[in-house]
Each structure stands twice: as C-alpha cells, then as structure tokens.
C-alpha cells in the first residue's frame, strides 16, 4: 500500500509550507466590499472549495426561492446560531455570491450540484445589504460620501438603495431611534434584496454603551430588528440571514450580554427558522475540499480503507467495538488522508468548549498537521497510510499548542515539555532507551494521543481508554499493539503530569496540571539533605524508645559511654550503615571503642 502523501496533495501554500491559517478566517465585510483574499471574493475559487453542505443547500433554497419571488418561497427569515467558527460566515459568504450573480450563476460548474437541490436563481441579480459588527462603529459612525450613518437600519438602506433608500430612514438614523412601518417602504422599492447581518449580537454589546434619550442604541437595534423580520416576511423577494452565537459565554462576559442574546432570539427565531450550516458528520468532506486538492475515489485509497477495517476486525478484542461496524468502515472512507479519531479528537471533544473555533479552528490545526507532515515525509518513521494523533508532532505543530494554552492555561506549556513532545520529555527519553519504542516514536506518539483527548471529557469518559489509544495508532502492516501496553507501563513510572483510574473496568489516561506522585518525589530527593534524612529518623527512634523499661537504649551515644548498671542496647546512627558486601570500617571502629573503653559512675 502506498502512503497517503504519495495518492493525495494538500493545497500548494500547504505543500511550500507557507501556511497562513488566517486564510480560514473568513470575513463577511471584506467580500461585500471587495477587499478580501482572492479564495472569498472570487466566487469561481470559493464554490470550487467550498463543500455544499446539507445546512448550506437548505439555506441556498430557502434563500434563491426566496428571492425568485413567488409562493414556493418558504420561510425567509433564517437564523444561522452555532459556536465559534461552526460555518456561519463561510454560509453567508456562499449566499453573498449567489446573490449577487443571479442568473449568471447558473452557469458555474461548482454551484451544479448546489442548484439540483435548490433549484436555479431566475431574478438577474438581488440587492444585497451586509453588516458585520465591525461595519459601524457604534461610538465613531461610519461616515461615506456626504453621509454619517449612524445605526443598523441607515446602513442596511444605504446598502439596498443609496442615497435614496436613506433618505426614507435618515431622520430615524440621525436621531438613533428604530423606525417602525418604514423599512418595508424600503424593501418594496429595492427588492429583490438580501440582508445578511453578522455577529448583530457582539455589535448590541458595544451599542449598549451609546445613549438615546431614555434607552440605548443596543435596545433601540433589538427594536428594530422586530420590525425588520415583520417587513421581511410582508414583502416578496426579500431574504434575511442573521448570525448569532450559540451562547452568551461567546461575547463579553456580563449579565447584559446574557439579555441582550435572549432579546435578539426572541425577536429573530420568533419569525425566522434556525438551521445548522455544518452537521457533524459533514466535516470530513469540508476538510478534504479545504485542504487538498482534486481527491478522487481511487483503487489506492480502496485498498487502505479496506485493510484497516480487515485489521480491526483481526483486533477486535483490543479496540473499542464501534470500530468494528460496517458504518467505520465508511467513516475510514469519508476521513481519508485522515483516521477518523484524529478529527474527532478536535470536533467532538474539544468543541465542547464554547471558545474553540469549531469548523474553522479544525481546519486551521489539521492544516498545520498536514503541512508538517507532508514537508518531513522522507523523514517518518512506520507507515504512513493514514494521518493518525500518534503522527501529531506538538513542537512543530503551533497552532495546537497555542489553542491549547489559550483555551485551557498557560500551564499545560509545562506538561508538553516535560511529558509530551521535545527532547527533554519523558516521553522522548522513554523512547529513547527503548529501542523497540523509538524505532516507531511509539511512547511520544501515546503521549500526544493521551494529551489529544485529556480535553472536552468528564467523569469515567475523562481521558482515554487503552482501547481508544489503540485505535488511534495501530496501522496495518505496522508495529504489535502490544508494545503500547509496554510503553504505557514506562510512562505511569515516569511521566510527571499522566494520571489514570480503572472505574470503567480498563485503565483511562490524562494529563493534569498538577503533577504526579512521581514528580513530588524526585522534587522532594532533590530538596532534601542527607543530614536531614539522618537527623529525622534519629529523632523517630529516640521517641520510640522513651517507653522502654527493662534495659537501658541509648541512640546514636558519644565514644565515651559510661558504664551501664542494666542491659543495654545501642543504636548507631544511619551514617554507619554496613555496606552490602563488607562491614563498615567506621561502624567496626566504633564498636570497638564502645566495647573496650568505659568509665564508670
């Protein structure tokens, strides 16, 4: 079988390793206005790597019937509300372009697919209105041409219409009171229009601070987006799409924040439908369009995807049992140049934290991953059939570790240096003196996996299982599974920050920034003295001997002992402790002294 960087090829800036991850951050506001990165504002090089989604061909439909007008328009007010970087802007980037091309998209390769689910746009070409909450600042304005617009009604009629469409708002923009009846004014005049609003509710935290007589400029947007959704749903061939974050922990951490999302829900989902851009099992796809280029179903990739899931079922007893299910199988088809744990790692568990960057931050760390990989490629060690967390190098890998400290502390710096990745790891040392480890990098490929999955679980799932570790690294063709178990016993030895439990029946594993038994005790031989170590069991054996009554104890005497009326026992200190093979020559001296040389009361 061939490796997969000899069937498949990340995109160009990836190969050179010149990666920009900005490039995955897509910005509404720059592709209305043109001034965006060429792989967004064109919409030719958008479509060709943009993967139609199911939540983007709902959206798409809704959005084209819409706006070709008529009664097969359906809901037309829809609200895209997931967590960071779940597909949103990417979502409204995609309606931006066909909005804007109209008819003429019906000529575009890429959208063919698109159009057999939604059907083909037959209006030439729609009015679009974007606001973004970096479009108008709420304290400065945004001043163009002979005009200061003020407020989220004045720009989106300044968008739809120019000055004309302003004219019908400008006294509601100037005095920053929400006009109620007149917007639809705008709408019959300027359709079909698109409105597409962006992150309204971070815009409403900052708006908050602006005061309108005896409210602000935040309750004054809310208002108005009620009478915006009522103008939309009365007036044909008019489509709104507003962004909302999934929860409040999302913006300014603040009470107001909390109401300000639940006064926009109410206002938006009360007209409008919630659709979700990206389902989870869609990523896959995503992430092979984003990163590489043409992926076509070939014999080679057959071949691989059949011997893993051959290979599982040889393991069965040693991997966990979803894996080997006919639907894994699929799942090993739909990841490739991935193994499926690898992006599941980030989209399943570390999306749980509402500040990781779901689609978008997947796809800047699985870049960095490939752009890694495919630049050392004459250089890695064991097969390379599939792109699996044991692969993961953290030292050459940034954006993981800086997602990793931001998310979670800068202290888990500490753990990857001293138990993961680097040559003064344990992991590495671990690896290092083994031969049959360092051959396939195995303990620092456990490492990394255990570290991958320490994050977004809880309770007995906490960590990962022996099972899952496995899956994770075990290759056809590749070393026995067995030497993770051995490596693993190494690693509960020495790593300094790896902690596990046995409630679930097998050993989970994880890393904790609080460090082990096994750190405390090297720190403590390091911080502790000989002296002090003789000192402290002297003083415990003269405390156990006080009770003493028949004969007479004397602990660690001088040379010169007086004679004893009683028997007695004497107890040396540590210092003459008898080597293993010989006597002391000190303690024989000392003996002998004791012995031979007494004087008496």
Not at 184 to 208: F, M, N, Q, T
Not at 225 to 245: K, Y
């Amino acid at each position: 079988m061939k490796p997969w960087f000899k069937i498949v090829k990340p995109h160009k800036d990836i190969q050179e390793g010149h990666l920009d991850e900005s490039v995955f951050a897509a910005n509404l506001a720059e592709v209305a206005t043109g001034t965006g990165r060429e792989i967004y504002t064109n919409p030719n090089i958008f479509f060709q790597k943009t993967f139609f989604t199911s939540g983007i061909k709902n959206i798409a439909k809704r959005v084209i019937q819409g706006l070709n007008g008529g009664q097969d328009a359906e809901n037309r007010v829809i609200s895209l509300q997931t967590g960071f970087g779940g597909g949103k802007t990417h979502t409204l980037i995609s309606l931006f372009h066909l909005a804007q091309l109209g008819e003429k998209a019906n000529t575009s390769k890429q959208a063919k697919e698109l159009f057999a689910v939604t059907g083909k746009p037959t209006f030439e070409s729609a009015n679009i209105a974007v606001f973004t909450n970096t479009t108008n600042d709420p304290a400065k304005k945004r001043k163009i041409e002979a005009l200061t617009i003020r407020t989220l009604w004045g720009e989106l009629a300044y968008q739809l219409g120019g000055h004309a469409a302003y004219e019908l708002i400008r006294v509601n923009d100037e005095k920053q009171i929400a006009p109620k009846g007149l917007f639809k004014k705008v709408l019959d005049r300027y359709k079909p229009a698109l409105i597409l609003i962006d992150e309204l509710a971070d815009y409403c935290v900052s708006a908050s601070a602006v005061k309108v007589e005896a409210s602000n400029l935040s309750d004054q947007t809310v208002s108005f987006m009620q009478e915006l959704t009522e103008a939309i749903a009365g007036t044909d061939q008019c489509v709104l799409i507003a962004t909302l974050p999934a929860s409040a922990q999302e913006l300014a951490s603040s009470p107001m924040s909390s109401q300000i999302l639940s006064a926009l829900e109410n206002r938006i989902t009360r007209i409008g439908a919630n659709i979700k851009p990206v389902d989870d099992d869609e990523i896959f796809e995503v992430v092979r369009r984003r990163l590489f280029e043409d992926l076509n179903d070939t014999d080679e990739i057959k071949q691989v995807i059949s011997a893993y899931y051959t290979f599982y079922q040889y393991l069965c007893n040693e991997i966990p049992n979803y894996a080997l299910k006919s639907d894994y199988k699929e799942k090993l088809k739909k990841a490739y140049p991935f193994h499926p744990e690898l992006i599941d790692m980030f989209c399943l568990r570390w999306a749980s934290n509402p500040f990781f960057q779901r689609t978008r931050g997947v796809l800047r760390i699985l870049a960095a991953i490939v752009s890694d990989l495919w630049q050392r490629q004459n250089s890695l060690t064991g097969s390379q059939f599939l792109i699996h967390t044991s692969d993961v190098t953290l030292s050459n890998v940034e954006s993981i570790t800086s997602q990793i400290t931001m998310l979670n502390g800068s202290s888990w710096d500490s753990v990857i240096h001293a138990d993961v990745s680097g040559a003064s790891s344990n992991a590495f040392r671990i690896d290092n003196e083994a031969r049959q480890l360092g051959k396939n990098n195995i303990t620092q490929g456990i490492a990394a996996t255990i570290l991958l999955g320490t994050f977004g679980s809880k309770g007995q799932n906490k960590g990962v299982g022996i099972d899952e570790i496995k899956l994770c690294m075990v290759t056809p063709e590749g070393f026995n599974h067995n030497d993770i178990n051995g490596a693993i016993d190494r690693m509960e030895d020495k790593a300094h920050y790896l902690y596990y439990s046995s409630s679930s029946g097998q050993k989970r594993y994880w890393f904790d920034t609080t460090p082990n038994i096994n750190i405390l005790i090297n720190q403590a031989k390091g911080d502790i003295k000989k002296t002090d170590i003789i000192a402290e069991i002297l003083k415990r054996i003269k405390e156990k001997t006080k009770s003493a009554q028949f004969f007479n104890i004397l602990v660690d005497p001088s040379e010169d002992i007086p004679e004893q009326m009683k028997p007695t026992l004497v107890i040396l200190s540590p210092k003459y402790l008898a080597n293993p093979n010989e006597i002391n020559g000190n303690t024989k001296r000392i003996i002998e002294k004791i012995a031979t040389k007494k004087r008496k009361f």
